[in-house]
């Protein structure tokens, strides 16, 4: 009994995920009668488990760690980053599995999976969640663009057709890490951050120079490095191109495509508790308008003219984009500026991203690959060391 308890709560959190991604894929909400029991449930287990082993002092870390989940997704709620049953889903999970199982353990290529961190499982479970969304907005982006708004889709693809600068970019970047590991066993010191500056450094340096000299210097340097490894620099540049073009795509999706996509114009009447507003809604000198430009626009306005209020003069918050959506008050307070002609019957609300699914997918990288992020980490390491 003792050693099922952990599997049973591994079980437990896959099928949970699996009806939440269906319910908010489906209805755009995770259920709080889901939740709440998935949190009880998980603490109930784990109580069990450790008063069975004797060991108390995990059962204390378990409350902490599902604590600690719990107001670190209430920080991120009231910054409107996630909705609430995002928060309450990673609690129920932080609940059943607050440290990593020790049931999945295989060998792949002479290495053991999964590969873990040293923090928490949770916090693992996050960072992997969060990188799961990208490839599950692309996904999902892609759907909405295919079946609803197919005139965006020779947009979504733009970057497909700027090949010959990703490839230019992609020699560009070899050449900075090439560089990069010819010069770092010379310094007094090896960390990676360093490097990944290095790198960025001299990617700048050399894509800025005359094109002229680029080519040289690009040529020159990539020679070097084929001769030194031609397997490891051809494959780098494949895979660095791809990734390029895949980064590229994702860029266009997450700005112009996305906000085409996932955007609609609703009258004031029409709009219901829970609709997410596109833009933040502010007033200032008895005027009210939406905030509808990017923040790296703002800093760049700020830059051409010197005025630093471009960026934080907003005035009064009328209404919040926060992933909550709007409230009862909300609603009631546009349909008094539409009767009071203070702003059109138009506003525009964005459809959120189903971020269940990609819980999902985090649980399981997490279960049977390990930490991405510490994956990552010690590939850059043994790349560049």
Known sequence: ???????????????????????????????????FPLIGVGILLNGIYYIMLGNLLFLLGTLII????????????????WAGGDVKLFTGLAALIPFYPALLNYHLFNITFPITASYPFPLTLIINSILAMFPFLLIYVSFIVIKNKPHLIGELLSPVKEYRK?????????????????????????????????????????SKIPNQVKAVVVSLVTVFALIQNFQVTILGIIILFIFLTVIGIVRVLLTRVS?????????ISELKVGMIPAYNLYEKDGKVYFDDKRFTDKVKNSVKTGDLTHISSHGKL???NRAA???????TLLKKLLTDGRMNDSYRVKKG??????????????????DLAFILLKILNTLLY
């Not at 992609?170 to 010819?182: G, H, K």
């Not at 906000?259 to 009258?267: G, K, N, S, T, V």
């Not at 971020?355 to 390990?370: C, D, E, K, Q, V």
Request: contains cysteine; aromatic residues 12%; charged residues 10%.
């Open 66 to 81: 599902t604590l600690l989940v719990f107001f670190f997704g209430y920080l991120l709620w009231k910054m409107g980053a």
């Open 166 to 206: 990703n490839f230019v970019l992609t020699l560009v970047v070899t050449s900075a890490v090439t560089l990069t590991i010819f010069i770092t066993p010379h310094l007094p010191f090896q960390i990676i951050l360093i490097s990944l500056i290095m790198i960025y450094l001299l990617s700048f340096i050399i």
């Open 1 to 35: 009994m003792i050693i099922n308890i952990p599997l049973i709560a591994i079980i437990i959190a896959i099928i949970a995920c699996i009806y939440s991604s269906y319910s908010d894929l489906k209805w755009g909400v995770i259920p709080n009668k889901l939740t």
């Open 353 to 370: 991203v189903p971020f269940a699914p990609s819980i999902l997918i985090g649980l399981l990288i997490s279960l049977f690959i390990g």
């Open 259 to 267: 906000r085409e996509a996932l955007q609609d114009d609703y009258p």
């Open 325 to 331: 959506g709007l409230n009862k008050e909300d609603i």
């Open 318 to 320: 009328l209404i919040h």
